[in-house]
């Protein structure tokens, strides 16, 4: 157990503040509105749910589909309190990205003090591209708590002095880094990170290598020994089932859509760049990932990003693990043909060194100016940058997102009203029509009840059976060409009944035998 004098020694009454204030507001900014904010489920959003739902009923397994098994267990866990539905998934990213603000804070504290640690915490907390993954319900919001955890407690390991001591942590941080493994497939490239500055600091200190395994012998062994034990399953999974687990990264990765190894450098070196870009100009244009096409970064932070970022060039010694993970998790967002860049989810472990570079400079403002007018002056330019970040952030996250058709498709927030409609018409002999995708929505949307569903093709391809039968069909909105074909024939022959939307656009549509 960690124990409590540890903690008194790095916590203070001024750290227990700002954490409260953080953790308040990263808190506000993430559950408020979770009930109606996001309006609808994507289908890759419902698919965890479902996991979940497998993993509740006995199905125990590290991966789902290509779903790695962290987030789907903690999604059973809230299922158990809280039932299924929406916000019972939305509130377990919420969570976590809540809880990762305070272990931003504590990581950052631990290497670059608490100024640079307040002002990292803040710019996360108020980021609207943050808020925005901490409520879709994707696992990948776990890399962000993980790594900064993780960061942590290595620092707590290389400050310990016992040999007890030391094997606690050592075995913690085995712990913490085999668990990134369950969380989202871009974590591997921390991994790589984590492979490269080990190898930097090893030849950095080659000549104490010997003296320090030597002297930490039982804690190295007990860190592998724990991280052996938790990475087994994932192992062992990944060799029986190599297909299953390599099988989403292969459909978006360019390694697997493009020929030619120039071709692929080319593509490689312009998306990065594109990527880098994208941070500070127009970010990703899906809701689900960020506010559509607004930056990643409050775009008044832009400059102070680029000082920061240059000082830790000129001062690669102390900030090369952060040199180092900042460019390597971009390498997700890079390496795949999957929408206009960035991709912001992709992106995602970038976060929170993203903020910590802006935070460096603005923490130098605070701290560095002689005169007490340039140092009011610096304190009032500080708080007024992040004041604006904080508004922005709200701003273009819940002052957008309910009045946005583009926000409203990318949910697919047609799809719980029509579960809401079959639930409320349960008697009825119901059968809905819908691709296989967009049917994981509603049937963890109605879940318990249990609705049948056929493909636009099989339908189309027994259409005299159906005008046999005594059904009601059900279709969900669709751009899909199946649907005009279908839907053609359904007018035809059937009484339908259309629900749209607040843009305009039909939602769904029920069609029930002519009388």
Known sequence: MLSLHNFKNFFDRHDILILCFLFLLGGVLRFLFIADIPCGIFPDQASHGLDALRFSHGHISPVYGTNEGLFIYLVALSHFFFGTGMWQLFVVSAGIGTATIATTY?????????????????????????????????????IPFIITLLVFFFHKLLTAITEKQRIKYYSLVGFIFALGFYTYNAYVLFAVAVFLLTIFYGILHRKKIGLYIRTNKKPLIAALAVFCVVILPLVLFIVLFPS?????????????????????????????????????????????????????????????????????????????????????????????KDGVPPHSLRLIGIIPAVFIFPAITLAYLLEYPKSKALKIGSTVLVGVILAAAAWSGYRDYFGVAPVSQHYYDDFRCDLPKAASYLRQHNGENFIIISDNFSYQSLKYLLYPVQVGYITPEVFLASTRKWLDEEYAFVVPFSYSEKYEEMLKFLRQHYKAEFFTGPFGGVDFSIFRSKP
Do not use: E
């Open 106 to 142: 504590l990581a950052v504290k631990a290497y670059f003090g608490r100024k640079t640690a307040s002002i990292t915490g803040f710019l996360l907390a108020v980021s609207s591209w943050h808020i925005a993954l901490s409520r879709n319900g994707f696992r990948a919001i776990l």
């Open 244 to 336: 299953k687990y390599f099988g989403r990264a292969s459909q978006v990765s360019i390694f697997t859509q493009m020929n030619g190894a120039a071709n692929i450098a080319a593509f490689i070196i312009h998306n990065f760049w594109d990527t880098f870009i994208g941070i500070f100009t127009q970010g990703d244009l899906n809701w689900r990932h960020n506010p559509a096409g607004k930056p990643l970064l409050f775009p008044l932070l832009t400059p102070f990003f680029a000082s920061g970022l240059i000082y830790a060039f000129f001062r690669w010694k102390k900030y090369a693990p952060l040199l180092i993970i900042f460019f390597m998790m971009m390498i997700p967002a890079a390496i795949t």
